[in-house]
């Protein structure tokens, strides 16, 4: 080599000699010399110059001093030290590459579970974050009320009377606050000509607005709602309505908007944000409770009657900042009834109050009369230990995985520790290899995820994201830290007992070839296929239970018949007048004459809806002082016969039975468990007995058959049907048509011409009790995708891990195969080991999945029986999957030329 050509930088040269360590020093200058002569020869003075700057800087010490030989010793051990960070996570990548079906395995198990984890905890985290955006919602409860007749329960409601929340408020120094709310129901909205139906809407007093965290965005909330006639809108219906942008909103107040039929303006007071998703109050629009007070009289703010309202606490801060204890509140209560309703005299019944927490209204509540839309707790808690088992199914597969490689894995093991690894270096090897693997899975993970949002929103109907579990948004959430701690717990215990086995390996067995598995590590192994597949089969059997379960409340007989049953809201903007009834019995006459119409119907409430109560029924002539609580449905004469519901005693309804005017004695007809409510001997003797309701007596003309007026969660309800005409109400065709559509539009038309300027609004009946089971469906639908992904999982896991053994057997398969085994043979010697852990798995999770069931089952009134027959089922499926996955690698195995594997003996 010409030095005078190929001479390196002098400082350069000077930096190496002075602090790179003695030892290598000649060594490693010879390279570099000699690798700055290639450069200069390849691409000349200045690249040359600028690579041995760079190599000489890369062969430096971290610090610029000479050390002790004691001390690069100690840092060439640690395994902390950032140049062994380095170096284990480049052979944990090399690893990776060099066994790639294991790998992809590993990924995939951990791709899955990870995604199947995280859309799991969107859902559970949006559902207990349900109103915990309310400031201070750990201090807000609401006011319940069960009511007892002769000592039996008759209502577990969320409504009780109007002063409750005031009168709690003054009787008790615990109480900060209160705020009283009323459904309005579905109202429209009117500005000018133009028509804006809005699904729910609140009578809400002036507290609301303070006591609850629904901000106005222009608006006074201490006066929005004092005055009769005020209104607030959300801002989506002001964007609706009046077309504003934000910057516009301000312009809004005092402007005017009427509703429904109310001849006086509403003054538009406030705009508000638009309620979160996750509040169980949602409304388009507030009205002040005052214009109740104005329309309805003074009873509505102070009455001890006429149960409709929703009340609401909110308690005092203690000393500690904690809210008062709510439990010692409560005990003051029976104190309250007795002064109030001094036992049964004022209400006729035994009325009971309790406070229930806020934070607990959406998924705890199996109350009557709920405000808004609640979940089950239970099924939530239940998708959150689903995702629990998917990810340890996915971590599990990695550990069996790790562990099964343990002989190939030993010999590397033994070479480094002749070298001079010691443990903790060869632990930090193994735990960076987990730590590699589980993050580029969690980032395929989340990728997954988003691309799947929208599929996973529209199965539950809900609106979830990342941003949920990142504590983004309006609600916020807690499961962020719990997340990041699965995920680091996980990824460390995934880790650690491959790290600790593989760790422990003695060089000199290993090297001499005397090392072999310890009977230990196969036994942890199969123990965690076992798990693995126990919780795939606590799974399955959990599926057929929920869809079979839908399915039969789905298809049993409910008592009438639903099916092409047009349901249409009736007019809400037409006042009652003398034609009313009239206009009713005509419009329905001609729709009957449609040639797609059979039947057709009136009546004041909906079958499937929440039917209102009556209480103190009491039959004439009996001896009892206290009466009993009916539900009440007004109907037409026509509404039996439409709903095929069977009459059993008596007649129907006549056309003189109805007398809206009440001046005397009316005639009704009663359901089956009514008749045993009042103490009568059967339908027979019924017909022609009284009762008094509403203060008067009344004529039982006919008693129909028992039937479910609920989905069948509920018991069946004593009923009593009145003969009623009302405004607004419901009416019922039955379709016969192919051509639907036109029949649609034929008895619209027949609407607009009877009531015109109504919002022509239909559904089907069948559809209708379908939401009520939409909870259930979509549980089951949850339930259903994740326990295909946890089988998945645990597949994939058995997939590797057979491959794994079947490679180790080869040559055993190929000695077996010479000596005359037949395929068959070989594929059941390979298969049955693994089959025999499905089995346990089977036996061990039926019993599991019995109680989990029937602790789901016994929130219906009505369920089915769990047969052994499904958890067979489960067991075959689980034994074929598992055969399919084993068998695929055995029968691979068995037909493999033994030439291949016995070559090299």
């Known amino acids: ?200 809407s609140l009578y809400v007093d002036e507290h609301f607005l303070t006591f609850f965290t629904f901000p106005l965005v222009v608006g006074d909330p201490k006066t929005a709602l004092k005055a009769p006639n005020s209104l607030v809108l959300t801002e989506s219906n002001a964007q609706r309505i009046f077309g504003a942008q934000p910057k516009d909103y301000a312009s809004l107040l005092g402007q005017s908007l009427y509703i429904d039929l109310d001849t006086e303006p509403f003054r538009i007071t406030g705009i508000v944000k638009d309620v979160p998703a996750a509040s169980h109050l949602q409304f388009g629009a507030l009205v002040s409770y005052e214009t109740l007070v104005r329309t309805w009289g003074s009873w509505v703010k102070d009455s001890w009657e006429g149960s409709d309202m929703w009340h609401y606490l909110k308690l005092k801060p203690g000393q500690s900042g904690a809210p008062v204890d709510a439990t010692a509140l409560e005990q003051k209560f029976p104190a309250f009834s007795e002064r109030y309703f001094k036992g049964d005299k004022v209400s006729g019944s035994v009325e009971k109050f309790y406070l229930q927490p806020l934070r607990k209204a959406h998924l705890y509540s199996d109350y009557e009369y709920e405000i808004g839309v609640v979940n089950n707790g239970k099924a939530v808690w239940t998708m959150l230990i689903i995702a629990v088992f998917i990810l340890i199914i996915a971590w599990v597969n990695y550990i069996n995985l790790a562990t099964a490689r343990s002989l190939e894995r030993a010999k590397e093991v033994g070479v480094r520790k002749v070298a001079g690894a010691s443990s903790g270096q060869l632990i930090g090897q193994f735990l960076s290899e987990s730590v590699l693997l589980n993050a580029v899975a969690f980032v395929l993970a989340l990728l997954l995820t988003l691309a799947l949002q929208p599929v996973l929103n529209q199965l539950i109907g809900k609106p979830l994201s990342l941003a949920v579990l990142a504590g983004q948004g309006y609600g916020g959430s807690l499961m962020t830290l719990a997340l990041v701690g699965i995920f680091a717990v996980g990824i460390f215990l995934s880790g650690f007992y491959p790290a600790f086995a593989l760790s422990a390996f003695q060089a000199i067995q290993v090297l001499k070839g005397s090392f072999k598995r310890s009977a230990k590590g196969v036994w942890v192994r199969k123990s965690l296929v076992v798990f693995q597949y126990t919780a795939s089969v606590v799974l399955i059997i959990g599926t057929f239970i929920v869809f079979r379960q839908i399915e039969f409340m789905r298809k049993e007989n409910l008592g009438f018949n639903m099916e092409q049953m047009l349901v249409v809201s009736g007019p809400d903007l037409t006042r009652w007048d003398s034609t009313a009834i009239d206009r009713i019995n005509s419009f329905k006459t001609e729709a009957k004459r449609l040639a797609g119409v059979k039947a057709a119907t009136a009546s004041v409430n909906l079958l499937g809806n929440r039917l209102p109560r009556t209480f103190n029924v009491k039959r004439v002539g009996s001896n009892e002082e206290k009466g009993v609580t009916v539900s009440r449905m007004g109907v037409d004469l026509d509404f039996f016969d439409a709903y095929k519901i069977k009459m059993l005693a008596g007649r129907n309804f006549l056309t003189t039975d109805s007398n809206p005017n009440g001046n005397k004695v009316v005639n009704a007809v009663i359901n089956l468990s009514t008749v045993r409510l009042l103490g009568l001997k059967d339908a027979v003797s019924a017909v022609g007995q009284k009762f008094t309701l509403f203060g008067r007596e009344w004529e039982i003309v006919g008693v129909v058959s028992d039937f479910h007026q609920q989905s069948l969660r509920h018991p069946i309800e004593p009923i009593v049907f009145l003969p009623f005409y009302a405004n607004g109400g419901f009416y019922s065709f039955k379709v016969i048509s192919n051509d639907l559509e036109k029949t649609i539009d034929q008895i619209q038309e027949k609407f607009q011409t009877f009531f015109p300027g ?148």
């Open 758 to 905: 109504n919002e022509f609004s239909y559904s089907f009946m069948d559809e209708r009790f379908d939401q009520q089971y939409r909870d259930d469906q979509v549980f089951g639908k949850i339930t259903t995708f994740f326990s295909f992904l946890a089988v998945l999982i645990a597949s994939l896991g058995l997939f590797g891990l057979s491959s794994y053994t079947i490679a180790q057997r080869a040559k055993e398969i190929g000695v077996r195969k010479v000596l005359g085994a037949s395929v068959t043979s070989i594929v059941a010697l390979l298969s049955k080991d693994f089959l025999k852990l499905v089995v346990v798995a089977i036996v061990i999770a039926s019993p599991i999945a019995w109680y989990a069931v029937r602790q789901w089952l016994d929130d219906f009134a009505y369920k089915i029986d769990v047969s052994w027959w499904i958890f067979a089922i489960a067991g075959v499926l689980a034994v074929g999957i598992a055969l399919l996955t084993v068998s695929f690698q055995s029968i691979k195995a068995a037909l493999m030329n033994p030439v291949k594997t016995l070559r090299s003996e």
């Open 1 to 200: 080599m010409n030095r005078d050509v190929a001479e390196p930088p002098r400082w350069a040269h000077w930096l190496l000699t002075r602090l790179h360590p003695s030892e290598t020093l000649e060594e490693v200058e010879g390279d570099l010399d000699e690798l700055y002569a290639y450069w200069h020869r390849r691409a000349g003075k200045k690249t040359a110059t600028w690579q041995y700057v760079r190599n000489v800087l890369s062969v430096l010490p971290p610090f610029v001093r000479r050390r002790s030989h004691e001390e690069e010793y100690y840092q060439q051990l640690s395994p902390l030290h950032p140049i062994m960070i380095r170096n284990y996570l480049k052979i944990a990548f090399r690893n990776l590459l060099k066994h790639k079906i294991f790998s992809l395995v590993n990924v995939m198990g951990l791709v899955v579970g990870i995604t199947a984890c995280l859309m799991i905890l969107e859902y559970v985290s949006f559902e207990l974050n349900f109103d915990q955006f309310h400031q201070d919602v750990n201090r807000i409860y609401r006011v319940t009320n069960d009511r007892f007749q002769k000592g039996k329960l008759i209502q577990h409601g969320t409504i009780t009377y109007p002063t409750i929340g005031k009168t709690m408020a003054k009787d008790y120094p615990e109480v900060e606050d209160y705020t009283t709310i009323v459904g309005t129901g579905r109202v429209k909205l009117r500005r000018d000509k133009s028509l804006y139906p809005e699904e729910n």
